[in-house]
């Protein structure tokens, strides 16, 4: 055959996943010492700064809207939905990509998702949890949150089922049970490992704790495996269902731009697409501060641009078709609202703007040169984050602030206490990441040792077949 006698690279001219050089123990050290080294380097101190400051934005936003109510948002009559909703559906998109990458890229035995699945995984979490806050602090009351449970109680009362808001409770708080367990679940055998080289005795008791006595038994891994794959196969359908329940919040309801049946895939595409540009937005400084460019290798930030630019078509064709159906339905509501409205109207900057930062800016992924540079992925992401922020705000509020009634209509803008609680749910997100870098391992080791052995396998026996011949 055409193959014998020529080397892995030679078959494969692909970037690897993994550079030449590492074995088992090199691959231990490099990742447990970035938890066991005492002097994190100077860009984590920089970033936790950044991180904490935006955590003081938060509490100080989140304490004076307690104290004056809702009314110091921009929120009005026509929109009655602001910031609020537009970064509640921002936060779970980003924490879409790290259970793609987790659980669908595990049942599809993708080996290249290793480097980056355990770091993907808590940027689920974080962003999670920032998201499930904002539907709580735009109650207005959110000391009676509880209310929206399904808890038996003296006063009768009951959320409504047939609200797809009800429904949000029960998709978020489930995607968000199995992302933590799933996540748990993986950092076992790492944290068994941790606890067998902690130096100190805190470190010895904490991480003992933690790995649930794991003795490395061939028990052990069968239960791990199994318990693995399980997690990896219920949260493979959360992906689809959790933000297909969200797009519900619009498409059931009869407003001109929200009632349409493309918004299911239209947003589990979107979210997959944010996702990704943040962990590529993580991603890239990491390798760099951390020095494990041979780790998190060019390859991954390749296959997630390729991510990227997948469902980034799939999002500029759903933007295709809302016009398409807009014009088709003959509809004068839903016409003038893409029209006269998006295309034309008082916010037709942030339309045109998501175009450009959503539909075109990314074909440039196309360019094998564009996804090789790392500068011009982070750049690239950056812009499809600010281009999928602002999908919500054009769907959000042009589509409220002009209802069906002229005398109905109005305007709306973030006000000062907006901006303040989303950049304070940035710094807090940003906070969370650090610390989870600083304490846990950010990259799967086991994992990273059987990619490795894999590697080696691979090269043996191309050079066992070269010899032979």
Known sequence: MAVVGKSLKEIDPQPPLLEPGHDYNSLTDKISDIVDRQEPPRAWFVAMGIACLGVLILLNSLVYLFYKGVGIWGVNVPVAWGFAIINFVWWIGIGHA??????????????????INRFAEAMTLCAVAMAGM?????MGRPWVAYFILPYPNTMALWPNFRSPLCWDVFAISTYMTVSLLFWYTGLVPDFGGMRDRAKGKLGKIGFGIVSLGWRNSARHWFRYETAYVLFAGLSTPLVVSVHSII???????????WHTTIFPPYFVAGAVYAGFAMVLLLAIPIRVIYKIEDIITMKHLDNCAKVMLATGLVVFYGYFTEVFFAWYSGNIYEQYMMFGNRWFGPYNYSYWALILCNGFVPQFLWLKSVRQS???????????????????YVIVVTSLHRDFLPSSWGTYHGTFWDWATYIGTLGTF??????FVRFIPMISVFELKHLLHTQQHLEAHAKGDGDAH
């Open 247 to 257: 797009s519900f919040d619009f498409s059931v309801g009869v407003i001109p731009g």
């Open 134 to 138: 904002f539907p709580i602090i735009h």
């Open 430 to 435: 940003l906070f969370l990441f650090m610390l």
């Open 374 to 392: 790392p500068m011009a992925l982070f750049i690239i992401s950056i812009i499809v984050s600010i281009g999928m922020w602002l999908e919500r």
């Open 98 to 115: 790290g259970t793609l990458i987790s659980a669908i890229l595990l049942l599809l035995r993708q080996d290249w998702r290793t480097s």
